[in-house]
Every structure is written in C-alpha cells, then in structure tokens.
T-cell receptor
Framework: GNSVTQMEGPVTLSEEAFLTINCTYT??????LFWYVQYPGEGLQLLLK?????DKGSNKGFEATYRKETTSFHLEKGSVQVSDSAVYFC???????????FGTGTRLTVIP | GAVVSQHPSWVICKSGTSVKIECRSLDFQATTMFWYRQFPKQSLMLMATSNEGSKATYEQGVEKDKFLINHASLTLSTLTVTSAHPEDSSFYIC?????????????????FGPGTRLTVL
C-alpha cells in the first residue's frame, strides 16, 4: 500500500540552527513526493515537491531530495528562522491519481 | 494564489444533531474537492473526493450516509455530519483542485482550507 512515515515532533530549535525532518515512504508504483507546511490558523500550503528519483525540491531555503534507494524525502534547512515555526507534513501521490497520502506532521518551533 | 476557506472554523454540537461544514474556493473554479479528517497526532485521512455536479466518491470505511457531501457549484462543497456522535469529533479539512491542465499522470495541485474543528458532546 501507500504510506508515509514522518519523524515525530515536536521539534524545538534556536534561530539559525540546522533543521532535518525525516520522511520515508512506501508506495505502489512511482510516487511524487511533497512537503506541505501549515502555519497557525492557515491551510496546508505546498512547500516543495519532487516527481522522480534524485530530484531535489527547494523553496524558501528548504530542500528535500527524492531518494528511491532509501525511499526517503527528508526535509532540510540550513538556518531556520522564527517565521518557520509551523507544522510540516510529508506526503505522496501515486501516478495517475490525485489522492495524497500524508505523514502525521511535525511541529517545529523556532525560538529567538 | 489560490485561496480556500472553510466555515465554521470550529463548532460544538450535541450528540444526535447534524452539522454542516462549508468549503469555498475564493478565486478559482474547483472542479474537484476533497474532504480529509485528522485525528490528534495522526495523518490526514482522505474521506471522499467530489467532482462538481456529480456524486462524491468515498474512501473505504467512510459511511456515505453519515458524511453527506454536496458539490453543487464550482466554488462550494459542503460536508454534513448527520446524527453526530462523540466519536465524530475531529478536525475536518477540505482541499480544492482546479481543472487538470497537465498530463494525466501529473499531480494536480490541491489547495487546502484552514480546517474545521468539530466537537460533539
């Protein structure tokens, strides 16, 4: 089946610290992979995506690389800011479908 | 960008009553809308997919008679939780996608509402 396993939070970091949120997946077929972010009081927003192996998605200083050999899509940022405080969801979609399969979400809090 | 709103943002109701949640796409035509449910510390689980003007497609294990979905226009979908019980308490999230413009195997981006927290007493 299709599923996403995401690092449990919450994660608390100081400003300018390095961030990694782990995500691994299982999928039938060849999935596209996504990271969504949910800021307080807002809906989920697409942060970045990758559609094939070795693709790197990037946005707002965040990066994630589609690793087929390890079935992973870990989210990284070199220097987090207070404004990055949010809940981050890893997700996948299987080719030809529009369904999204989500991880449990990881709450990140960045303190000044 | 594409904005999706939900109303209400939270609702408390008595057991046995029905609750309607609205999902609106504010600046685009949503040919497809999705309803998700999220339990504390768990993933968003897809409940159903609806295309404008047609019946919703429910995921396995979701009672269609309990969770009534209507997608009567290109900007509005509603989820009605009928005869709600405490176990229906949850966070309900909708998303909307516009007409598919890419190839069929390419993911058609969904835009998410902020969610509705339902508490059934």
């Amino acid at each position: 089946g299709n599923s996403v396993t995401q690092m449990e939070g919450p994660v608390t970091l100081s400003e300018e610290a390095f961030l990694t949120i782990n995500c691994t997946y299982t999928a039938t077929g060849y999935p596209s992979l996504f990271w969504y972010v949910q800021y307080p009081g807002e809906g989920l927003q697409l942060l970045l995506k990758a559609t094939k192996a070795d693709d790197k998605g990037s946005n707002k200083g965040f990066e994630a690389t589609y690793r087929k050999e390890t079935t992973s899509f870990h989210l990284e940022k070199g220097s987090v800011q207070v404004s990055d405080s949010a809940v981050y969801f890893c997700a996948l979609s299987v080719s030809g479908a529009n369904n999204l399969f989500f991880g449990t979400g990881t709450r990140l809090t960045v303190i000044p | 960008g594409a904005v999706v709103s939900q109303h209400p943002s939270w609702v408390i109701c008595k057991s046995g009553t029905s609750v309607k949640i609205e999902c609106r796409s504010l600046d685009f035509q949503a040919t497809t809308m999705f309803w998700y449910r999220q339990f504390p510390k768990q993933s968003l689980m897809l409940m159903a997919t609806s295309n404008e003007g047609s019946k919703a497609t429910y995921e396995q294990g979701v009672e269609k008679d309990k969770f009534l979905i209507n997608h009567a226009s290109l900007t509005l979908s509603t989820l009605t939780v009928t005869s709600a019980h405490p176990e229906d308490s949850s966070f309900y999230i909708c998303s909307a996608a516009g007409p598919r413009t890419g190839l069929f195997w390419v993911y058609n981006e969904q835009f998410f509402g902020p969610g509705t927290r339902l508490t059934v007493l």
